[in-house]
């Protein structure tokens, strides 16, 4: 069996003939799933051919994770036929990399040794081993950290090290499963282009689910699954065109009155969806001309400024968005009961006096600082992003503010009060929502929100109204008795977040409340996160979408312990030096590898179908751009030059900070 | 009613609440809490008895007389000896002891008969193995004790010594058991009650709850108490049913007052759970924590004298046995279950408990406060 493996992967070509003919690796047909009562996976149907990177995406609870689980041996299907490599998956398993979204190494062991100890495992000859090794630490950018304790590396070397794992026995397909949550963009990026060159280069099978569906975009096939079932599977181009929408890119400064008075028509008339994007508004319309003059019109009519408006073809994100409006599983926005009037006077009469402030926070683990003179300043009614890589020291620096964790110095003021940070007047005032397990997963939904109610003291009459539209919020209703640890991530995340706030709380922390919760329901996120802001609560919040940063008021930019960057949106944009060009090639991995080749590999990065480039000297660099590209024979369907958007920024400048310091991972 | 309504109205009681949600879900906790202990109870109060029985006993007899006959009669009457085999010399004898065949050798020689009828003393040999210490203490004392009053008996003029006339009290069938069921059950009470609170504590920190906990306007008090009253109910449970299995099964007397057992039990509990609660806030994570415990809880048992004597440690032990929680209670539950002692007598153990209690729960909510950083 070994032996067969080893030698089956040495040469693919010689593998189970009847496998080469029909040339699927993977091969579900009428697929289900019941857990008790529930079913998960209803009737799905898919094929994926060798060397394809297919994706899944769908909302939380569409049943993506059991499809994977059932893919990947772990658990068997209700009914349905699943072949992988013409095997059962159980059997296939030999053959089968799996990575979940949890971490799945051993934290006390060294890369190394987590390495040596997964080819134990998968009996990988020892001469095969420190080769692949070797090689694929390299391709991860890891060769030089061997003996540092997995513990020790930040969220996105986890994921990069647990990806080696699993290719250290060179399986032919690969299962990943939602595997660049919590990880930052800088890593993600790093992660995808590994993933492309594996399928390419070395015809490994990829099945991946993502909440990113920047990411998606870069997926051979993508299957777009809901409620237990796959109701569209194609190209990214050709589910954009199925949607038979186009789109326009509003650019404006007034974007919430805009997309007011936008999302109103949109009931009527030819705009059928409206999405705000960071500083621009995504609107979609049924034909471009009409929907232009629309837009235009309707801003004459509610003396907005007149806006720029580009076409453009529709993202992955618009048609996951519109198909699920059409399947009516959008979460419904309700207003938030309030019953304290929010916290004008605050905002009002205390200009001067910051809710979150800290002076030279410093931290010290061991001879290792994990924060260096951070300075925050955050006032009521304003919304303050902290951003930066895995192990920048966000979380770190956040314990801090919050009390959570002593300071080896520097001076911390919250809500007004100095010395004691943990008395229990002060924390009434306070919602927090940690990175993960806020919630009791032993317990009910409705038990936990009962408790979190209770313990911060909700009066009693209030609760059930509060707790009612945290669940009508999640889109619970009916299932409020579901043990927690049930629920899938993206819904706990959204439970745990209406835990945090039923208390209406003066101050808001939030460490990375949006990660792996679907497009749908972040964008009903940050609408309530704008709403409580506007009521006059000061939140700090961490994300790794960048174009939900852009809904902050402020932003600080950290990188190794230290603040490089601070500003709003605009100013952090602006000041970049360089210019930022958009590329779009009919082969965008081709044309990303080929560019590495040339500049620093940092100044290249692939967004959807698109490349941005940073270039220092636009007029001498463009032309030089397009020749190179054309040398290599690759059509460019457009070159122009782009505005920085927050995402090229921080890429920008973590990477600039890193090169000119190198990047210490944080001891969690 | 009023009272009640702010007992309801408080953080308190919604932690409460969680907790015992929590426990209810866990089947397997309430499982721990009445399997084992039963188990323990059974096992302990069976198998641990210190009485010996049916030793092995090869005999020697060159006299051959009635008179060395009944000898061997009189050690073997009350089942403590046991006739195994008669080699014929005391070489084969001897061997036989050596690979431990037997465990006790008696040689009559062939004078027995007849120095005992010219009124000289006769003598017998006997051989112990004493691989196992114990044992051959015990079976030395017992053949020297009946030898004795087998010549007593045939001279009771030449040997009127002091007679003594022992009247046991308390437990007059020196039943083993009844010693050491109470003995056992605070054993199974301290197990029981440290190892269940470090588990819920432990488990917060584990998924990251405590965090969150920790962020709310709960003090540590409110969560520490919310912790206790839960499980001190269980225990309380656990503690009936110990008493129940005892007097059902051992028929263990129960002669003292049931209230103030319980409360005593009551007090120990605290003190089980503050070991509990402090093993768990300076643990990292579950498998820390049950190392730890078995660091912590083996001594503890050891030198409470719930097993073995205090009475035959070392005397550095014994003093130092004065500061385990453990020694007090088992103390208590022996005087209150078989002599019905009252408080009058059972006061310093009371203090001493009442102090552990408070200070391992004040340490421990200390420590609570204080462990995430």
Known sequence: MIQKTVASSAIPEARDPSLASLDDVIRVVGLHKHYDRVAAVRGVDFAVKRGEVFGLIGPDGAGKTTTFHILGGVMEATTGDVKVLGQPPRDARLMIGYLTQQFSLYLDLSIDENLRYVSGLRQVPDRQFSERREKYLRLMNLENFGDRLAGELSGGMKQKLALCCALISQPQVLLLDEPTTGVDPVSRREFWDVLAALASEEGVTIVVATPYLDEAERCNRIGLMYDGQIQQIGTPAELRNSLGLYRLEVHTLQLQAAEQVLTEASESGSIADVQTFGDRLDVLVNDPQIGEAEVRELFQQHHLQAATIDLAEPTLENVFVTRLRQQGSAPQSLAFPRSRGGNRDVTKNSSSDFAIYSHNLNRNFGSFQAVKNVNVEVRYGEIFGLLGANGAGKTTTIKMLCGLLPESSGDISLGGERGNLRSSELRRRIGYMSQKFTLYDDLTILQNLEFYSGIYGVPRRLRREKIDWVIATCGLEGRETLITGQLPGGWKQRVAFGASVMHEPDILFLDEPTSGVDPLARRQFWKLINDFARNGTAILVTTHYLEEAEQCNRMSFMVAGEIVTEGSPSQIKASQPGQLIEVITDQTQAASNLLKQQMESWRVSIFADRLHVVVDDPDRDIPNLRSRLDAANLTVHSLRPIPFSLEDAFIGVVQRSAHATPKEPQPS | ?373
């Open chain 2, 1 to 373: 009613m009023k009272p009640l309504r702010r007992l309801i109205e408080s953080r308190f009681w919604v932690l409460t609440v969680k907790e015992i949600g929590q426990i209810l879900r866990n089947k397997q906790l309430i499982f721990l809490l009445v399997f084992p202990p039963t188990v323990q109870l059974l096992i302990f109060g069976l198998a641990l008895n210190p009485d010996v029985q049916n030793l092995k006993l090869g005999v020697v007899d060159y006299s051959n007389t009635p008179m060395s006959r009944e000898l061997v009669s009189a050690l073997t009457a009350n089942g403590v000896f046991q006739v195994d085999r008669a080699p014929p010399n005391e070489q084969i004898l001897g061997e036989q002891v050596r690979r431990g065949e037997v465990t006790t050798g008696l040689v009559i020689p062939p004078t027995f008969n007849r120095d005992l009828k010219s009124d000289h003393s006769a003598e017998v040999q006997v051989l112990i193995d004493a691989v196992d210490a114990n044992t051959a203490g015990i079976a030395s004392g017992y053949a020297a004790q009946i030898i004795n009053q087998f010549s007593q008996k045939l001279a009771p003029q030449s040997s009127a010594a002091i007679e003594t006339q022992a009247t046991i009290l308390y437990n007059p069938g020196l039943v083993s058991s009844w010693f050491i069921v109470p003995g056992v059950l605070g054993l199974v009470l301290n197990l029981g009650s440290s190892l269940v609170s470090t588990a819920t504590v432990v488990r917060e920190k584990d998924t990251g709850t405590l965090e969150q906990l920790l962020m709310t306007p709960a003090a540590a008090w409110e969560i520490i108490l919310a912790k206790v009253v839960p499980l001190f109910v269980l225990l309380l449970g656990e503690v009936m049913l110990a008493v129940t299995v005892a007097t059902l099964v051992f028929h263990v007397p129960f002669r003292g007052n049931f209230f103030l057992f319980m409360g005593f039990s009551g007090l120990y509990i605290c003190v089980g759970i503050g070991i509990g609660f402090l093993l768990a806030t300076i643990s990292r994570s579950q498998q820390q924590a049950i190392l730890t415990s078995f660091f912590i809880n083996l001594p503890l048992i050891q030198l409470s004298g719930a097993i073995a004597p205090i009475e035959s440690m070392p005397r550095f032990f014994q003093i130092l046995s004065l500061f385990n929680p453990l020694r007090h209670y088992v103390k208590i539950a022996r005087s209150l279950l078989l002599k019905g002692s009252g408080l009058d007598v059972l006061y310093p153990e009371a203090l001493a408990l009442t102090a552990f209690a408070i200070a391992l729960l004040a340490i421990s909510t200390y420590k609570f406060r204080t462990q995430l950083s």
